[in-house]
């Protein structure tokens, strides 16, 4: 799966702690042309994961066998599944599933590993370095992997696709706050809070914290999309949300087997995850392009 | 230069060791006993103590995990739960698939997004430029297991012109090939694009357009050469990214190699084989990085062996 390389990620992350102070961030994403259309999208999914499930035309759950597998018509828009589900129904009740684990999972990726390389960066000296080492034992397995083995321990279900789409951002924001961790530390006001006794605690979450966080939201945007995907990847292979949830990467696993009958089933769930991604992936590109008009393809 | 491959090699061993540790509390933490696992619902409680004697399993853990690095160093790495055969067996026969589908997979995105990339380099600011990163940024945010449905839908069900895959054979290889480069193809696409840019943006480029060399040759000799460099890095991470995307292509498309393999050995709770899977994934990993390195070293002047 994509990944954002190292060096962009230090661009953004300079980038992002000189753009954050500038109140205009919204005004100058909105005339950012894919990243409007990102802010857009990534807007109407989240919207959808709040209120979707009270927009459902028919139950999502409701089997109906005199409407099997049925076509786009007025009363399906987008059709009935194999058991005569309304699609279009279950595409939104899944959006909570859907978009709720992979921000979900994204933000406590965020937020463990944050605390992670907040306190190496903080404490220095032999626990930063062994602290770094098991990151990189971390980073050493491919992320989808991370996720499997950690689905293995705890068995299938909403709650360990969280953890488990949330385990392979750890280490990658950890090494991300740690290293700006590092270059602020040094800086006045930190040594003056140390000088003036403040504790370890409140000089990492009153003035280190603030001042790491603005590149720790960018980069967790270029990362919802890449989670979105992994999520919706475990599901799709049996081991995330369970059918009948209407969870999107499980419908598609489901539509497989009707794929030459009805191929609606698959195509809907599968452009609906697309949409998605797309819309965070554009909308994170758009805030980086923003906050670094040097990285910008469209200057 | 072989100084400095000695040096990456060893500072990779304690990484590794690592792994293994992680990937050792990780079995020990899987729900069941591996025990009752191997020997099955019926065995007696004398025939589970000699199991357990067997493969040390009534040892300390620190007893445990030196037997686990020594029989892993020495090639055991045990046998299978769900087949009785060696686990390397087992591996070995997977692993020529997956490599075949990862080559042939970067093969097609680097020689793919390379062409785009730079096509719309050099076209900055057209249609073509813009069709180029509308198909990079769908490539990259296509899910696989869905581009794989679509493919499979159109050239298997719709066209009829492509197996639905499951085999090895050439035209099985066709479309888990393309629906695995297509990300990668997305982000070298991209990558190459932006490299191209700034490189056509340096003094030296200003300095052969002023000694009259012609744009062919400026594009040719001086800025793709250049833009080359930090392309290299991308391709080297996309080809680990390959080798563990395989895991979803490959079970979509019933290709039996590793990633296939590993879900066959969730499902069935072969331990022993996602154990070793896990441990051949990470120093698959661990050795793309060390080769990343060692290439760029040799391509670009700048970096000191040291």
């Known amino acids: 799966m994509p990944e954002v ?8 992350v300079g980038a992002a702690q000189r753009g954050a102070a500038r109140p ?48 786009a018509s007025a009363a399906h828009w987008l059709g009935t599944d194999n058991f005569g589900r309304d ?176 191929p609606l089933m698959a195509f809907a769930p599968g452009v609906t995850i697309t949409l998605a991604v797309l819309g965070f992936n554009l909308l994170g590109d758009g805030l980086r392009d923003v906050l670094d008009p040097r990285l910008s393809g469209e200057a | 230069m072989t100084l400095f491959l000695a040096r990456r090699i060893l500072q990779a061993l304690p990484t590794l060791l690592g792994v293994m540790v992680a990937i050792f509390f990780f079995v020990h933490a899987l729900p069941g006993d591996p025990a009752r696992l191997y020997a099955g619902q019926e065995a007696t409680a004398s025939e589970l103590e000699a199991i357990r004697s067997r493969f040390g399993l009534d040892r300390s853990l620190p007893e445990q995990f030196a037997r686990y690095v020594a029989t892993t160093a020495g090639g055991d790495l045990g046998t299978s739960f769900r087949s009785n055969q060696p686990v390397a067996q087992v591996l070995t026969r997977h692993l020529g698939p997956t490599v075949i589908l990862a080559i042939s997979a970067i093969v097609v995105a680097v020689i793919g997004g390379m062409l785009l990339g730079v096509l719309a380099a050099m076209r900055r600011n057209t249609w073509a430029d813009l069709g180029v990163t ?45 629906t695995l480069a297509a990300s990668s193809l997305g982000t070298i696409a991209r990558f190459a694009r932006s490299s191209y840019l700034e490189v056509a943006g340096e003094d030296f480029v200003r300095t052969a357009r002023a000694k009259g060399l012609t744009g062919r040759v400026i594009a040719g000799k001086h800025v793709l050469r250049n833009a080359l460099i930090p392309v290299v890095t991308i391709v080297g991470l996309q080809f680990g990214f390959l080798l563990s995307g395989a895991i979803i292509v490959e079970t979509v498309f019933n290709f039996p190699g590793l990633g296939w393999l590993l879900i066959q050995s969730i499902d069935a709770r072969d331990y022993p084989v996602i154990q070793a899977l896990m441990l051949v994934f990470a120093i698959q990993f661990l050795v793309i990085n060390l080769v990343v390195d060692v290439v760029y070293a040799l391509i670009d002047p700048r970096v000191s062996y040291a």
């Open chain 1, 5 to 12: 390389p190292a060096a962009s990620d230090a661009q953004a």
């Open chain 1, 24 to 71: 205009s961030l919204l005004a100058r994403l909105l005339r950012h042309r894919s990243g409007s259309v990102g802010l857009a999208l990534s807007a109407i999914f989240v919207l959808l994961a709040v209120v979707g499930p009270y927009l459902t035309p028919y139950d999502p759950a409701r089997q109906d066998y005199l409407a099997l597998n049925q076509g």
């Open chain 1, 87 to 262: 699609i279009l129904s279950r595409l939104l009740a899944g959006a909570r599933y859907s978009i709720g684990i992979g921000l979900s999972a994204t933000f406590l990726g965020a937020l463990v590993g944050g605390a992670w390389g907040l306190w190496s960066g903080y404490v220095g000296g032999v626990l930063d370095n062994l602290s770094m080492r098991a990151v990189d034992i971390l980073l050493a397995f491919p992320g989808l992997l991370l996720a499997i083995a950690m689905i293995t321990l705890t068995g299938p279900g909403v709650g360990p696709v969280v953890l488990a789409s949330a385990i392979f951002g750890v280490p990658i924001f950890a090494r991300l706050v740690r290293g700006s961790v590092l270059a602020v530390k040094e800086r006045a006001f930190v040594e003056a809070a140390l000088g003036l006794g403040a504790g370890g605690a409140r000089v990492m979450l009153r003035h280190l914290l603030p001042a790491v966080i603005a590149p720790v939201v960018v980069y967790a945007s270029l990362r919802s999309g890449v989670t979105l995907l992994v999520a919706s990847g475990l599901s799709f292979l049996g081991l995330g949300v369970q059918p009948p949830a209407p969870e999107w990467g499980a419908m598609l696993s489901d539509a497989q087997l009707y794929l030459s009958l009805h």
């Open chain 2, 134 to 178: 509308a198909v990079s940024i769908l490539g990259i945010s296509t899910p696989s297991f869905f581009l794989a449905i679509l493919f499979i839908y159109l050239f298997a069900v719709e066209w009829r012109v492509l197996p639905v895959s499951g085999s090895t054979s050439a035209r099985g290889l066709v479309l888990p090939t393309l």
